[in-house]
């Protein structure tokens, strides 16, 4: 059975084991379509035959984490939250943060101006523990998820320009177990990811931001052991990865400047170091996808970017039309893509670009497609949709 456990499935990789769907589906195919309570821009996770997804209500100030089934889409359970609803940018919600599961538990965060909640539930919807850590002040509203290592739930607090920090929290207890407090300028949305250069290195986190560009902190004891300072001068939202022993991130502003790059990462004394950049045709909100030895560059314009991973050398270039701000997926030689106008666009993960299909689905979405069990899930603004695969 394939879990999907936190946004963009295994460690933040993208990368989802066959399901059988076909790139050219039908609505004949659609298992399920389910109407959320409220809007948000989350993506959803799975365990077993539950499926996790939040939205939220302006108007009525509520949040919510919605437990469906995934074989009927019928709701298992809901918890609701109150909340005083808040200023995000337009392509933004109050529920933006994609909660993260095990499995005993379901945990989510709730950023707002004067609150930063952090909830766990069993998967039977009892809550166990809930901390908030006090006002997060941001320009466009929160919306970095949470990770699992461990017995651990690891996740960033970085407010707009205001002290900030890396957290661990006991997956049990809520209670911390490691923070690293630093300040922090623009708020980041990139969500930290799992590093491990050798068998014989403790297990690290690697957490993207704009004052300490990339850190990498031990993730058992929080220890910080190297960061890149001046690095990146804008905010980081696309999240990172790691492939043939480099670390791929990104930073932008809008619809201007940015910034990628390939880092050789630091230890054993050696200190971190820049192998390659890009300034131009590169991701700001979308993460970057490695496949079949390419390193795929989705850009927010519509345009991807097929890339050396080794040496960022193009090796095709082609825009797919519409505006991207969730991030691609990838599965049985595929990447999969929404964009913000509610079209998901399929093409090849290949050295040449092929466009396998293109999908209406009806309303506006800046989510990341998840993959289960021969399923497709498709988040829109208020609805959730089952694809069935062979």
């Not at 050798?198 to 190297?226: H, N, R, Y």
């Not at 519509?302 to 505006?323: A, H, L």
Request: with cysteine; charged share 20%; glycine share 12%.
């Amino acid at each position: 059975m394939q879990d999907w456990t936190r946004f963009r499935g295994p460690n933040g990789t993208g990368i989802g084991l066959p399901t059988g769907v076909a790139a050219d589906f039908t609505d004949k195919d659609i298992r399920w379509k389910a109407t959320l309570p409220g809007e948000g821009h989350s993506s959803p996770v799975l365990m077993g035959e539950s499926v996790f997804v939040t939205a939220a209500q302006r108007e009525t100030g509520k949040r919510h984490l919605i437990c469906l089934d995934t074989k009927t889409g019928k709701e298992r359970w809901r918890q609701s939250f109150d909340y005083k609803t808040y200023h995000t940018h337009e392509l933004n919600t109050a529920a933006s943060a994609t909660p993260t599961v095990d499995k005993e538990r379901v945990y989510s965060t709730w950023p707002a101006p004067e609150s930063f909640v952090v909830t766990a539930h069993t998967l039977a919807g009892k809550e166990v523990w809930r901390r908030d850590f006090g006002e997060f002040p941001t320009q466009h509203g929160g919306g970095s998820a949470s990770i699992l290592h461990d017995g651990l739930l690891i996740f960033s607090r970085e407010p707009e320009n205001a002290p900030g920090s890396l957290l661990a929290l006991d997956t049990k207890t809520g209670q911390t177990r490691w923070e690293v407090k630093r300040p922090s300028k623009d708020a980041p949305y990139a969500v930290p990811m799992l590093y491990q250069p050798d068998k014989a290195a403790p297990m690290q986190l690697l957490f993207c931001s704009t004052l300490q560009g990339i850190t990498s902190v031990e993730a058992k004891t929080g220890k910080v052991l190297w960061e890149t300072p001046g690095l990146f001068t804008y905010r980081c939202v696309g999240s990172p990865v790691v492939a043939g022993g480099l670390i791929f991130a990104g930073t932008g502003v809008g619809n201007g400047s940015r910034l990628f790059v390939a880092l050789k990462p630091g230890g054993s004394g050696a200190k971190p170091e820049v192998a390659w950049k890009l300034t131009r045709g590169t991701p700001y909100v979308p993460c970057p996808l490695y496949a079949n030895e390419l390193l795929f560059l989705w850009g927010d314009g519509g345009i991807v970017n097929c890339v050396k991973p080794e040496s960022g050398e193009t090796v095709w270039q082609e825009r797919v039309g519409g505006n991207f701000y969730g991030s691609p997926v990838f599965c049985e030689g595929k990447l999969w893509a929404m964009s913000n106008k509610g079209e998901l666009i399929v093409i090849a993960a290949e050295k040449t670009f092929k466009l396998l299909a293109r999908h209406d689905l009806g309303e506006i979405t800046n989510s990341t497609p998840a993959f289960g069990e021969k399923t497709l899930y498709l988040r829109t603004l208020s609805h959730l949709t089952a694809v069935s695969g062979k």
